[in-house]
C-alpha cells in the first residue's frame, strides 16, 4: 500500500548505458516529479508532469527523457549515461495546492 | 534562478535541547514548507503554511511563513533521538500557466544528537 512507489531501489550501471526508472503512485493525484538529490543533498527539480502532460522541464540534458503513460505513473529514461548522473532520483506526486508526497528514491550509480 | 539558503547547515545537540533552523530566499513564495528526511528515504512533510506571519505547530515542531514570503523558521522543542536527520525547508512558486507550481528546495540542516 506504499503511496508513491520507485523502483529500482538501487541501479548500478557502467558509463554509456541506457537504463529506465519506474514510478507509481496510488493517491490519485494529478500531478507528478522528478527530482535529483546530488551527492551533498541538494535537491533539484527536473521534471514535472500534470495530467500525462509535460509541464516543467528544468534544462535537464536530453539525456534524460520522462514517459507519462498515465496520470498514475511517471517513468524515466536515460539514454548514454554519464558519471556525473550518479546521484538519488526521487519521484513525487502532489494533487492541486497540496504537499508533495515523495518516494523513496532511486540510489543511481554509474561506473 | 531562485535560491533557498537554509541554516545552519549542521547541528549538533544534546537530547532535550531546542533547535533552531530557517530558511531565506531571494524572492517571493506563496507557501513554505518543512520536510524531513531520513536516511534511504524520500523526504516527508512536516508542517506546511500557506499565508504570510502564519505561525504553525505540529507537535514539538513550530514553524512560521516570514511576513516578507521571503523566509521562513522551523523551531523544534525537546529533541529526541528521532528527530536526527535532514531537515529542508521548500518554497513553493506559481508559474505562468495556471495550476501549475513547483517546489525549491533548500540546501539543507543537518540534525545530530551527541549522546
Known amino acids: 500500500d506504499t503511496a508513491v512507489s520507485q523502483t529500482p531501489k538501487y541501479l548500478v550501471t557502467q558509463m554509456g548505458n541506457d537504463k529506465s526508472i519506474k514510478c507509481e503512485q496510488n493517491?490519485?493525484?494529478?500531478?507528478m516529479y522528478w527530482y535529483k538529490q546530488d551527492s551533498k543533498k541538494f535537491l533539484k527539480i527536473m521534471f514535472s508532469y500534470n495530467n500525462k502532460e509535460l509541464i516543467i522541464n528544468e534544462t535537464v540534458p536530453n539525456r534524460f527523457s520522462p514517459k507519462s503513460p498515465d496520470k498514475a505513473h511517471l517513468n524515466l529514461h536515460i539514454n548514454s549515461l554519464e558519471l556525473g548522473d550518479s546521484a538519488v532520483y526521487f519521484c513525487?506526486?502532489?494533487?492541486?495546492?497540496?504537499?508533495?508526497?515523495f518516494g523513496s528514491g532511486t540510489r543511481l550509480t554509474v561506473v | 534562478g531562485q535560491q533557498l539558503n537554509q541554516s545552519p547547515q549542521s547541528m549538533f545537540i544534546q537530547e532535550g535541547e531546542d533547535v533552531s533552523m530557517n530558511c531565506t530566499s531571494s524572492?517571493?513564495?506563496?507557501?513554505w514548507l518543512w520536510y524531513k528526511q531520513d536516511p534511504g528515504e524520500g523526504p516527508v512533510l512536516l508542517i506546511a503554511l500557506y499565508k504570510a506571519g502564519e505561525l504553525t505547530s505540529n507537535g514539538r515542531l513550530t514553524a512560521q511563513f516570514g511576513i516578507t514570503r521571503k523566509d521562513s523558521f522551523l523551531n523544534i522543542s525537546a529533541s529526541i533521538p528521532s528527530d536526527v536527520g535532514i531537515y529542508f525547508c521548500?518554497?513553493?512558486?506559481?508559474?505562468?500557466?495556471?495550476?501549475?507550481?513547483?517546489?525549491?528546495f533548500g540546501t539543507g540542516t543537518r540534525l545530530t544528537i551527541i549522546p
Open positions: 513525487a506526486s502532489t494533487l492541486g495546492l497540496g504537499g508533495y508526497t
Open positions: 524572492s517571493i513564495f506563496n507557501t
Open positions: 493517491l490519485g493525484h494529478d500531478t
Open positions: 521548500a518554497g513553493r512558486s506559481r508559474l505562468s500557466n495556471f495550476g501549475n507550481e513547483k517546489l525549491t
